[in-house]
């Protein structure tokens, strides 16, 4: 069996996917998160079971998202009891299993004079939140107590607020602790490998044409199912076989500004001013996040989103509007990102012509002449989406009935990292991070990496350990997905360029060429998808 992503990896597998070697029981389409939790718990059952993704793995929304581990209390207000609760369920699950990577966060929803919802409606539904939680956490504070904890918020007609508590996690990183817990189980996990088409024989779907990415070979494999699990992007496999639409992209765009100059140490959740939408200003790896937006995305998903100068205004004037002092503006802006949210319609409805209100916020599993698709959904509720994908595929493998049993998605990691002092935040976040390996990333580590990269709350160990060990092909890999440099820096980290450059010529081989090549690579994803537009 291939053991995936250690030297040499590509080469072999693409060789026995070449040769038809492996029976596989099942290959997934999509590496983002729900890619990552079928093969996960496909691993589990000792399926052989493959993962293909055509770019990076989190390249998806799965690295663009808010960061959430939530309910989804707007949910909730809009009574959608189940969904709620099984989010919930999963993020108590998460939380217990994976401190240091899912982590509490505590949000306040400030109340003013005349506005809805007011303090008794809205701790009525945490109420019903907690209780799903089996907590009583939420607490109201006086308004003295909330312009302590949120520093310069808009006085007009604050009387207090609520203070609840949900999480927030590193999404790509989250992303990669589940392959490799899956990979722990035997499960393997490739990017760049595209696939081109389904392969159908006597109407029904039996295999794949993959191509590499890299070299433009392309080759077909075969599997028992075919679980195409690649979110926005659903409706391109799934119309091979039938003429439908279901899939309505949607994106959501975020900035980043410096912590000094939004100091925030928790969420603040508020509707936005022009259009009542929620809108959340957050704490997240050292820097203020502020987002979303919710706008139909028109542009070619094989490009990266971007956000729009618009979104840019819309986004900045909802927080001055509930910070005016901040008086932000577009030169605080640090970076920008934005994710495309697959919201699914009715059947028969073509997406864009469909309401809002018809649109489902949850996820959706299709089962078409063998081939399974799934999308939509949240990461919260990735494991929860992994079994009802199961459950879809255990006929056609057979498995007989699925159960769910709730066993662990991280294995527990007890023992404490030696080789260097870290006080116990660090140890929480590093084992929360890489889970059993990262013992194995301190002692790869030079002595002079064991220091935090200016600006991040990474050590360079993370880079270099990240460079060598987690499939990386790119330098966007690098800084985008498996550090969040690019998230989170100016000039999306390149002020370390020296130091980068470095590392990853020392773990990946690369002459001056092909760093020069990355580098351009890298500059102009950044520059276009994760910087400040220019005003229109
Ligand atoms: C702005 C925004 C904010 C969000 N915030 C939250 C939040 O705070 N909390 C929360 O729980 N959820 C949140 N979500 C939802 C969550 O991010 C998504 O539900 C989740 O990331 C979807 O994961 P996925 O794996 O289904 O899709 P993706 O992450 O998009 O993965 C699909 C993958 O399939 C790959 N693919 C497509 N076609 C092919 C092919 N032919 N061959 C190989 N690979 C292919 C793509 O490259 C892609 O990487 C948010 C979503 C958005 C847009």
Known sequence: MIKTWQKGWREALWADLKAGSTDWDMIIIGGGITGAGVLREAARLGLKVLLVEQRDFAWGTSSRSSKMVHGGLRYLTQGDIKLTHEAVVERQQMLNEAPGLVEPMKYIYPFRKGSFPGRFAFNLVLRVYDWFAGRRDYRYFDKRAIEYFLPGIRDAGLYGGTQYTDAVTDDARLVMRVLQEARGEGGIAANYIKVEALIREQGRVVGLKLQDVASGECCEVRAKVLVSATGAWADRLRGELIDERRVRPLRGSHLVVPSWRLPVHQALAYQHPDDGRFTFVYPWEGVTVIGTTDLDH??????????????????????????????????????????????????????????????????????????????????????????????????????????????????????????????????????????????????????????????????????????????????????????RLGFLLPEGGLQQRERIQQIVQQELGWDEARWGEELQRYQGIWRSKYSVPVAG
């Open 298 to 483: 028109r542009e070619n998903l094989d490009v990266e989103a971007g956000i729009s100068a618009e979104e840019v205004d819309y986004i900045l004037s909802g927080a001055n509007h509930q910070f005016p002092a901040a008086g932000l503006t577009r030169e605080d802006i640090l970076t920008t990102w934005s994710g495309v949210r697959p919201i699914v319609g009715k059947a028969g409805v073509a997406p864009l012509k469909m309401k809002p209100s018809d649109a489902r916020r949850d996820h959706v599993v299709w089962s078409d002449q063998g081939l399974i698709t799934v999308t939509g959904g949240k990461l919260t509720t990735f494991r929860a989406i992994a079994m009802d994908v199961l459950t879809a595929a255990a006929p056609l493998l057979p498995l007989g009935k699925i159960k769910d049993t709730r066993a662990r998605v991280f294995a527990p990691v007890s023992k404490k990292l030696t080789g260097i002092h870290l006080g116990s935040a660090q140890q929480r976040r590093l084992t929360g991070f890489y889970g059993s390996a990262a013992q194995a990333l301190l002692d790869y580590a030079h002595p002079e990496d064991l220091s935090y990269i200016p600006g991040s709350l990474n050590l360079w160990a993370e880079l270099r350990w990240a460079a060598a060990q987690e499939a990386v092909q790119h330098l966007d890999d690098l800084l985008l997905r498996r550090t």
